[in-house]
Each structure stands twice: as structure tokens, then as C-alpha cells.
């Protein structure tokens, strides 16, 4: 059953869509890369298509993931749901968030959504009829890869000889060096990747108050505007972290290691909680990152439920957060807080800017991926540099810093006696 929209597309389609609106229509993409700043309507956009695309082709579902479960409810949920009011067919569809769903009320088709921090949904996922049609992938430079967005494919496209469709949408990273950045460049059979800012969409659209800021921001910080209006790469050589390798951690790699390192950076609502596990080479000063928990919305009681036995005996080395220490060890946690002399941030940042390489899983540690590549120097209105390490987007940084604490300091300490034996 297809039912007819009663509306004109370039009405609620931006007209630097329309292009690829029209593609998308006759089944010329299999993945649609849609990047851009704020206000771009990216978002807007793909989810039109997926419900025009669902009315048009009875039998034809769509997941709808983001890397976290908890990020669903107040981005594509509602923003599906508001593109199927827009189109006027807001009647004909049943949202729910306990399973989160929406449904196609004539035919029984289904948007499922989804968190990848929990593969094992994103495989069970049971239809009860038809075929995945759609997917997309919100925030797609907050997975930890290509390939760990390759693997929830490979398990949702299977069956019915159809053709597929998944799109990506995401704010490029600052910097070159980010996979989805990265990924982008590559040329690929069935790829398009379009790019899109706010100056294409229709200024009624945004709002007077959207645009003042914009452009408040265009003269007092010129390349933030660009980076988060226009969504332009705009790496500034500034970038700390030098040393970084971004590549698969084996299971043969991880058995053999026998220096292992915990950190936990707490958080909950605002700030991601972040638990790494590292593996920390002394003679070659090389870190190895191969295990992450973390995420928004994540209690104390969630937090140890996920870790393993062997994390839980293994030491972990926390921020000072009292009430949280105790609650863990009550949890079954070996756990102390770092110590944190004055300076401590500085020492630490340094210490591991040093480190001849800092290897990260992307796969299996995202937020570690995504931090250490992006934290840079910031800059003034002027253009001069700020020295001090920025204190944002830090938490899988503060993670590492807690987990090798006990190594830095003792690198402090062997410093400060060479430095009182030649009197300085």
C-alpha cells in the first residue's frame, strides 16, 4: 500500500538536497555520506527519505542507530517523528520508546532504533516481516570505525536480494587524521558523499536567533564558525597528541600482555563516564588501549554490572570521587583514587604526549579514538595560541592519565632526586 504525500518536497527539503534527493528516488546510492555543520538539515533530510522511502516500498524497514542506547530518545526519535507530522502522514504512524519503534500502521512496517553499545540488540533484531531496507548511523564519527559499522551492516543487510541503502550523518572531526574524515576520501562503487552548511537552507527555516549566533561567531572566532557552521576539517597543526596510532588490537596481541593499567574518569549526565584498559609497554614507552566502558546515563551500579571478573579484581585507578569509590568497591571493585599533586593535569597531559605511541583499538575503544585525536591547543580571537591544555573532551584523556598515575609519578619523583642531586 503507497500512500500519497500531499505536499511539495522543496518545501521542507533544502534546496542543496534536492540532487540527491532525486538519486536517492531511482536507487542510484548505496551509501549516502551526509556531512556538514549546524543547521545543515542533514538530519532532516534522512529522515524523510526514510519514511517517503518506507511509504513508497510495502516490505521495506529501517534501524536507525547511534553509538549509544541513551542518545536515541532526543535525536532520531523524535526527529523521525517530526519529519512523518511534517509530511502530514503523522497519524498513520505509532511511536514507541518502550520497545523504541515506530511502526507503519497499514502495512505493519517498522523503524527499529538502536545503541551500538550493545551489539547483541542491533543482531537480535526479529522484523516479523519484510526486510531491512534502510540504515542509518547518527553521529557516525562517534562509532570507533569503519569497520565496527561494517560489522552491524553485515548482520542487518542479509537475507532478500534487495537493494539497500544506508546512510551516514555526522560533523567532520577537526582533523584529517579521523576515520570518518578518512573514510570520506575514499572512492567507492555505490558511495556519495555530499557536504552541506547552513547558508543553503532557507534563513526562516533557522531562525533569527540561529543566524546572529552564527555570525557572532564568524567574528569573534573565525575558524570555530567553520568548523561548526560550515563543518569544515579545520585542523590547526595544533593537534597534542602526535603519537597516536589508530589500528586493530589483536585477542593473540591482548593475551600476551602482562602489564595491565586501569583508569576510570567519572561522569553521568552532562560528561561521558570513561573506564579504560591499557596495556603499558615501560621499555619502549608505548601504551596500548584495548578496552572501554563508557557513555552518558551511566550509573555506578550499570558500570560495574559491565565489567568483567578480571577487571573488577584487576586495580583501578579513579578520580577523586569519594561516594563513587565507595559504591564501587561495594560493587566488588578494587579501586583507589589517583593521586593528584598540583599540576598534575599538565605533568600527566605532557607525560603521555611524550610516550613514543599511544595505540588505540578504535573498534574497542571509540571515545578514546575520538578524544586523543581531536584534543588540541585552542586559540585566541587573535589568533595566539593558548598554552594550557584545554578542559573539554578529555575524558578518555583524564582515563589514561588515572590508569598510568602511578608511572607518572614516578617518573616525577625520579625527576625531582636528579634534579636535589644536581642542586637545582
Not at 541503502?165 to 576515520?179: E, G, I, L, M, Q
Not at 540561529?210 to 590547526?236: C, M, P, W
Amino acid at each position: 500500500m503507497q500512500q500519497t504525500i500531499g505536499l511539495n518536497l522543496s518545501t521542507i527539503i533544502a534546496p542543496s538536497f534536492h540532487d540527491l534527493h532525486r538519486g536517492i528516488k531511482k536507487e542510484e546510492y548505496e551509501e549516502v555520506w551526509c556531512k556538514g555543520g549546524r543547521g545543515s538539515t542533514k538530519s532532516t533530510f534522512i529522515s524523510l527519505e526514510i519514511v517517503l522511502g518506507m511509504m513508497q516500498r510495502p516490505g521495506a524497514n529501517a534501524v536507525v542507530g547511534r553509538r549509544y542506547d541513551n542518545e536515541l530518545r532526543d535525536s532520531v526519535f523524535g526527529q523521525l517523528r517530526w519529519s512523518a507530522n511534517k509530511l502530514g502522514v503523522g497519524h498513520l504512524w505509532r511511536f514507541m520508546v518502550s520497545p523504541m519503534q515506530a511502526s507503519y500502521t497499514p502495512t505493519g512496517q517498522k523503524i527499529i532504533f538502536r545503541g551500538a553499545d550493545n551489539p547483541l540488540k542491533i543482531k537480535s533484531i526479529n522484523l516479523g516481516q519484510g526486510y531491512i531496507k534502510y540504515a542509518w548511523f547518527e553521529e557516525v564519527d562517534q562509532f570507533g570505525g569503519f569497520g565496527e559499522v561494517r560489522n552491524i551492516l553485515q548482520s542487518l543487510f542479509r537475507g532478500e536480494d534487495q537493494k539497500r541503502v544506508v546512510f551516514f550523518s555526522y560533523n567532520p572531526p577537526k582533523t584529517a587524521r579521523s576515520w570518518v574524515n578518512h573514510e570520506a576520501t575514499i572512492p567507492k562503487q555505490g558511495r556519495v558523499i555530499h557536504h552541506s552548511d547552513y547558508l543553503s537552507v532557507p534563513a526562516e527555516w533557522l531562525g533569527e536567533r540561529f543566524i546572529t549566533d552564527a555570525e557572532h561567531l564568524k567574528k569573534t572566532n573565525e575558524i570555530s564558525y567553520r568548523h561548526e557552521y560550515l563543518g569544515e576539517q579545520v585542523g590547526t597543526g595544533l593537534e597534542v597528541f602526535n603519537n597516536v596510532e589508530l589500528r586493530k588490537i589483536t585477542d593473540d596481541e591482548i593475551k600476551a600482555y602482562s602489564q595491565i593499567r586501569q583508569g576510570l574518569d567519572f561522569g553521568y549526565a552532562v560528561d561521558p563516564v570513561c573506564f579504560l584498559r591499557v596495556n603499558y609497554d615501560r621499555k619502549k614507552r608505548r601504551a596500548y588501549l584495548f578496552g572501554e566502558i563508557s557513555g552518558l546515563g551511566i550509573s555506578n551500579r550499570v558500570l560495574a554490572e559491565k565489567m568483567a571478573d578480571c577487571e573488577k579484581r584487576e586495580l583501578t585507578i579513579s578520580d577523586n570521587e569519594p561516594k563513587s569509590i565507595d559504591e564501587l568497591k561495594g560493587w566488588g571493585l578494587v579501586i583507589k583514587k589517583a593521586d593528584k599533586p598540583p599540576g598534575s593535569v599538565d605533568l600527566g597531559v605532557k607525560w603521555l604526549a611524550d610516550l613514543e605511541k599511544i595505540v588505540i583499538d578504535p573498534e574497542r575503544c571509540p571515545l578514546a579514538a575520538k578524544e586523543f585525536i581531536n584534543y588540541a591547543f585552542e586559540i585566541t580571537r587573535n589568533d595566539e595560541v593558548i598554552s594550557r591544555y584545554p578542559d573539554k573532551e578529555n575524558h578518555a584523556i583524564d582515563a589514561l592519565r588515572y590508569a598510568l598515575n602511578n608511572d607518572i609519578i614516578q617518573k616525577r619523583i625520579v625527576g625531582n632526586v636528579r634534579l636535589n642531586q644536581l642542586g637545582l
